[in-house]
């Protein structure tokens, strides 16, 4: 390791070794709770205008809630900088509160606790799955809300917090390595979050008009937009897609995959440049993937012996690609073959810097020039220096160990809950495909996740959806003990 090198990682173990500060993770988790409760005001006025009066106090419960959280937040004194470990344990305290939060209005639907918790952390981590036996005889107040709590989870409130905070050197940390490839002449990070949420929202409002051109309902195409943007899945009919056109299954497709881009490639701030976008490594590999996967999967359809149109292959593959979580058909005629390689796309997922789950495509690249750097190592001398590089740019090695600690995690998380479904006697190749879809927060189901589904496999798919927004690290340091253990920073 060179000398350079040496502080930077030297600081990063040092933030790790104190212990979190309760009173720093509670001033920014009640900042963004106070967010929420300004977001929550959307859906509280469409159940409102509705006549959904229950459901209208729920939510100003919620309102009132965040509204006393960020009082609390204004009588706590701000820390210089957040370490990572407090960083960590925020963002997954935000989406974990507000999942909790949201289940106050579902609740007035008739479901049970599990049920409503179930839906809300299926939609605030934008997977798509739901134990309902329908949403077609749910009211629009309902329908509207999951969409919206997908659209919110698909950035985040992190992100949505970032346009408006000030401090400096937090917001960095907040995006984790979902900024890592934000190229410098871009901007700071706060510049960045503004430039996302207009790429966001633009590309919601092309989504809703191009919806409404094709024929959908009002509350189809704007739930439908919201959902393919932030990839997330809930559709407003029990089959999904599968009732829609071609032209509205196109429409969602091609949306789905926008926001599986990664979105600083959207605001390039000059023609060549933009031009450069497309050279971008995980762009070129997403749009191999939805050219090329989806044919992949209908010739191993084909060739077992399952039932699938070269239609029905293509929609639900590229659902799976981008973690979208969109269905046209059954999954289960497809065969053991096709699903699963689509369990491996669900694992993979959109670009870094997306709306898309996964470990992500940059990981996936990443990972592939290790394995081809230690093999040309092992052919090359002994003193060879050799270094990781993908778009021309290095590779250094505490990015090379974040890559492998994140998809270690994701293996040993989604062979655990694998593991437990099996144990509950499932069927192997359904049990492995829901539990990546829940971990991808990819939404694609074989039908094992419904209201029948035992509440101990509710859970664990629950558990899973957290895991997979927070791309596992953040649940893991919430959790251990040395994050609220040791000696603590002044």
């Known amino acids: 390791m060179s000398k350079s090198s040496a502080p930077v990682s030297?600081?990063?173990q040092t933030s790790l070794l104190f212990a979190a500060r309760p009173k720093a993770i509670c001033k920014h988790l009640f900042e963004l709770l106070g967010l929420m409760g300004l977001l929550v005001l959307v859906p509280m006025s469409v159940s409102l205008a509705s006549g959904q009066y229950p459901v209208t106090l729920a939510y100003l419960a919620i309102a009132m809630i965040c509204a006393v959280c960020y009082a609390i937040s204004r009588r706590i004194s701000r820390v210089k900088q957040l370490q990572r470990n407090e960083t960590l344990a925020v963002a997954?305290?935000?989406?974990?509160?507000?999942?909790?939060?949201?289940?106050?209005?579902?609740?007035?639907?008739?479901m049970s606790f599990i049920d409503a918790w179930f839906e809300t952390v299926s939609g605030v981590t934008t997977t798509g799955l739901s134990t309902l036996p329908s949403v077609e005889d749910k009211p629009i107040a309902f329908?509207?809300?999951?969409?919206?709590?997908q659209w919110v989870g698909g950035l985040g409130v992190i992100v949505l917090a970032l346009a408006i905070h000030t401090q400096p050197g937090i917001e960095t940390k907040m995006f984790g390595a979902d900024a890592a490839d934000v190229d410098s002449h871009i901007g700071g990070t706060r510049g960045h979050a503004k430039r996302i949420l207009v790429v966001y929202a633009v590309l919601t409002l092309i989504g809703i008009f191009a919806l409404l051109g094709a024929g959908s309902s009002l509350i189809d195409a704007i739930v439908h937009a919201m959902a393919a943007v932030s990839t997330g899945g809930f559709a407003n009919r029990d089959d999904s897609f599968a009732s829609y056109g071609m032209s509205?299954?196109?429409?969602?497709?091609?949306?789905?995959v926008l926001g599986a881009i990664s979105l600083h490639l959207y605001y390039r701030p000059t023609i060549s440049s933009l031009r450069d976008s497309f050279r971008d490594p995980q762009l070129r590999c997403l749009l191999f993937l939805v050219a090329f996967v989806p044919l992949a999967v209908f010739a191993l359809v084909k060739l077992s012996g399952g039932e699938a149109t070269i239609g029905q292959a293509y929609f639900n593959t590229v659902s799976a690609i981008t973690t979208a979580g969109f269905a046209s058909s059954d999954i289960l005629p497809f065969g053991s073959a096709a699903m699963l390689l689509i369990c491996a796309c669900?694992?993979?997922g959109g670009?870094?810097?997306?709306?898309?789950?996964g470990i992500k495509i940059y990981r996936l690249l990443v990972l592939f020039k290790a394995m081809q750097m230690f093999l040309r190592r092992a052919s090359s001398g002994v003193h060879s220096q050799l270094h990781l590089r993908l778009d021309g740019k290095r590779v250094d090695y505490l990015t090379i160990e974040n890559v492998l600690?994140?998809?270690c995690g994701y293996l040993f998380f989604l062979v655990s809950s694998w593991l437990i479904f099996l144990a509950y006697d499932m069927p192997p190749i359904a049990s492995l495909y829901e539990v990546t879809s829940a971990l991808g927060t990819a939404g694609v189901s074989s039908g094992l996740t419904s209201a029948e589904l035992p509440t101990t496999l509710k859970l664990v798919l629950i558990f899973n959806m957290l895991l997979g927004r927070v791309e596992?690290?953040?649940?893991i340091v919430l959790l251990l003990p040395a994050t609220w253990i040791g000696k603590r920073r002044s």
């Open 351 to 357: 670009g870094i810097g997306s709306t898309a789950g």
């Open 472 to 475: 596992t690290v953040a649940i």
């Open 92 to 110: 997954a305290l935000v989406f974990i509160s507000s999942s909790l939060l949201f289940t106050l209005p579902m609740l007035q639907y008739d």
């Open 248 to 256: 509205e299954q196109w429409i969602v497709s091609i949306i789905s």
């Open 10 to 12: 030297t600081k990063g």
């Open 405 to 407: 600690a994140i998809i």
């Open 346 to 348: 669900m694992f993979v």
């Open 143 to 149: 329908l509207f809300a999951r969409g919206w709590m």
